[in-house]
Every structure is written in structure tokens, then in C-alpha cells.
T-cell receptor, first 112, second 114 residues
């Protein structure tokens, strides 16, 4: 079983749609959670950290469910510029400082 | 600030050849990392350096060596390239070794081994 699992998609949605991505992780000791965004043939960049209480940044909302070891990302009012691959990222757990575990990514295509 | 820079951007090697990928950061970060990205696999950690003078193996270290030359620079060496090392290589840096901190990535090196 992969340590971080994501549905690779692609998710094809029209502009203005709401879309949600999910991610599960296997290490219950993990303490830090992130969503990174990666544009085609570019480097990953941090989109947002994910906090236990959930957090929102504009049109983006991230949620964490520790009991189910599940992370989600909700994008409201999708824009063409949201088209990218979204990487779920989890730290390696206690004793694994510095090691981030990346999911394979979920691809989003927003159509006009 | 340039952030994290990597050279070269593209490279084609023949099996058995060696090369060094260079990485430098100008953010005064303590920690630096090397990842490889393959289709359907996500990014996998090759080696990391928590601070100047230290290096540690990641998930896929076989076939690679690293050098933390100083606080700014972290190089990755392939001593005898194999087709299985065809990949996109990303260098990253972060303030500290604690993985609650954002990692900043370089633009990547696309390596093909024939």
C-alpha cells in the first residue's frame, strides 16, 4: 500500500464548478499535512498547509480527518488557471524529520 | 532572490557515464533535499541534508551520492548512469529539518539515460 494515496484523475470540470480531491495516508504518526500544486513540467509549489481544525484560503478549503487518516481539498468557483496537478503531502511521522511523503497527484483540467 | 537554482536543465547520458547535478539556494536555508519524479510515482526522496556537513539517505538512494558543499550548495552525483535513472530531478530547501516547514523547489533537471 502506498503511504499517501490519491486518485490520479484527471478531473475535467467546467469553469465555475466546485471540485473536491481526497487523499489518504497510512502513517498515523504523521503530524504535518500539505497540498502542493504542480503545473505541467514545472516544480511543485506549496498551495496550503492543512490544519486539524480545517483552513480556508480564498476559494480553497482544506480539511483533515485524523481518525480516518484522510485529507481533502475543495476548490470553489474553478478558474482556468486552476488547471494543474495537486499533490497531497504528509510528513514521515515521528523520527522522520525532514522527510515529506508525496502522493502521485491528482490532475485537474478546468474547461471554458 | 533566485530561490533554488539547478543546473543543467536537460541532460542526455549514455549508460555507464557519470555526471553531477548542481543545486544552490540563496534563502539561507539549513536543509536541502534531492527528489526524483517519475510518472505515476510521485516525488521520491533520494538524499537530504539537514544542515551543512550532514547528509542522510532517503527512500531511493542506490546509485547516487551527494555532497553538501556549503550551506548554499548541495550536489547529486550519478557515478554510473543506468536507464532506470531516467527521471526528473528536483532539488529543494527548507528552513529547518522539521518537516512542518515549506519546501522550496528548483525548476528541475530532466535526465535521460540511453
Amino acid at each position: 500500500r502506498k503511504e499517501v494515496e490519491q486518485d490520479p484523475g484527471p478531473f475535467n470540470v467546467p469553469e465555475g464548478a466546485t471540485v473536491a480531491f481526497n487523499c489518504t495516508y497510512s502513517n498515523s504518526a504523521s503530524q504535518s499535512f500539505f497540498w502542493y500544486r504542480q503545473d505541467c513540467r514545472k516544480e511543485p509549489k506549496l498551495l496550503m498547509s492543512v490544519y486539524s481544525s480545517g483552513n480556508e484560503d480564498g476559494r480553497f478549503t482544506a480539511q483533515l480527518n485524523r481518525a480516518s487518516q484522510y485529507i481533502s481539498l475543495l476548490i470553489r468557483d474553478s478558474k482556468l488557471s486552476d488547471s494543474a496537478t495537486y499533490l497531497c503531502v504528509v510528513n514521515g511521522g515521528s523520527g522522520n524529520t525532514g522527510k515529506l511523503i508525496f502522493g502521485q497527484g491528482t490532475t485537474l483540467q478546468v474547461k471554458p | 532572490n533566485a530561490g533554488v537554482t539547478q543546473t543543467p536543465k536537460f541532460q542526455v547520458l549514455k549508460t555507464g557515464q557519470s555526471m553531477t547535478l548542481q543545486c544552490a539556494q540563496d534563502m539561507n536555508h539549513n536543509s536541502m533535499y534531492w527528489y526524483r519524479q517519475d510518472p505515476g510515482m510521485g516525488l521520491r526522496l533520494i538524499y537530504y541534508s539537514a544542515s551543512e556537513g550532514t547528509t542522510d539517505k532517503g527512500e531511493v538512494p542506490n546509485g547516487y551520492n551527494v555532497s553538501r558543499l556549503n550551506k548554499r550548495e548541495f550536489s547529486l552525483r550519478l557515478e554510473s548512469a543506468a536507464p532506470s535513472q531516467t527521471s526528473v530531478y528536483f532539488c529543494a530547501s527548507s528552513e529547518t529539518d522539521l518537516s512542518s516547514y515549506e519546501q522550496y523547489f528548483g525548476p528541475g533537471t530532466r535526465l535521460t539515460v540511453t
